[in-house]
């Protein structure tokens, strides 16, 4: 029996690694991609097939691409866009680079991958190509305007594709979790010392006081936290489903937000936000 192939992103901890362990565990031909050589060096040690995939090197995108259609004959049945990091910090504080910088590799290497497969998925007849969004995808919280603006961003990029697709045999599907386990906080402070002078911000104390204690002090779990299984189990139906949703919550937060966004006035919703 065939075997369906996935590729899927930003695999070296976190939702990718869960992917890619509960894909495989499902019977899928996996290829685990990671950004860096040694965790695809330890992935594949594990037995996943683990090629290089840098969503801000277009060569290392196609080059990943190719590796993946040589072990396949040139099919893939599904796309799962799911690396991503963060750069925390007030909006003023923000440089142009550092929201250039982001959006490569949070929505222009997806963009890129993306456009990559869809030929494929059009030859073949069928595909899925499964979009892991973000509550921040849809309501915004402060000192996390570059990671939201990537997510609003595919949002609509993504809302588009799938109109667009919608008579191809190929599905689009988001996927949008609220506070999952994983290591994006602790992958976001060198984006962070790199970007914002928080020393000579004029929030400094707010710097102090809120955000750097986030960053920097081990907290524990967010309330309502989930582990990254929570998202596979919703990837699994996106990618196995006769008739896929296109848009799957993960975490109760996710379903509350999507609620006080339809009901709640924006200054209203403004309110909440802030004091998230």
Not at 44 to 60: H, I
Not at 76 to 102: K, M, Q, S, Y
Not at 183 to 193: T, V
Request: glycine letters at 8%; proline letters at 5%.
């Amino acid at each position: 029996m065939h075997k369906k192939s996935i590729l899927i992103t930003g695999c070296s901890s976190g939702i990718g690694y869960a992917a890619a362990i509960g894909l495989r565990a499902n019977g899928w031909q996996v290829f685990a991609a990671c950004k860096k050589q040694h965790d695809c060096d330890r992935l594949t040690g594990e037995g996943f097939d683990s090629p290089l995939l840098d969503y801000t090197d277009r060569a290392s995108i196609e080059a990943a691409l190719d590796q993946v259609l040589s072990q396949t004959g040139g099919t893939l049945d599904a796309l799962f866009n799911n690396g991503a990091h963060g750069t925390p910090g007030a909006v003023e504080d923000l440089p142009t680079e550092a929201l250039r910088e982001i959006f490569e590799a949070n929505f222009f290497g997806w963009h890129h991958l993306t456009r990559a497969v869809i030929p494929i998925m059009r030859k073949q007849g069928h595909g899925r190509i499964v979009q892991c969004s973000s509550v921040l995808g849809f309501i915004t919280l402060p000192w996390r305007g570059a990671y939201n603006a990537t997510k609003y961003a595919l949002e609509g990029l993504t809302d588009t594709l799938r109109i667009e697709m919608r008579d191809t045999g190929i599905h689009i599907i988001l996927i949008e979790p609220g506070p999952v386990t994983s290591k994006i906080r602790k992958n976001a402070i060198p984006h962070f010392e790199r970007w914002i002078d928080w020393k000579n911000s004029t929030r400094r104390s707010d710097y102090e006081t809120g955000l750097n204690k986030r960053l920097y002090e081990n907290r524990g779990p967010d309330r309502f936290e989930l582990p990254p299984e929570a998202v596979v189990k919703k990837l699994i139906h996106a990618l196995e489903a006769t008739k896929p949703r296109p848009r799957y919550f993960v975490t109760t937060p996710t379903y509350i937000m999507a609620a006080l966004r339809r009901i709640l006035p924006t200054r209203a919703l403004d309110w909440v936000l802030a004091k998230s």
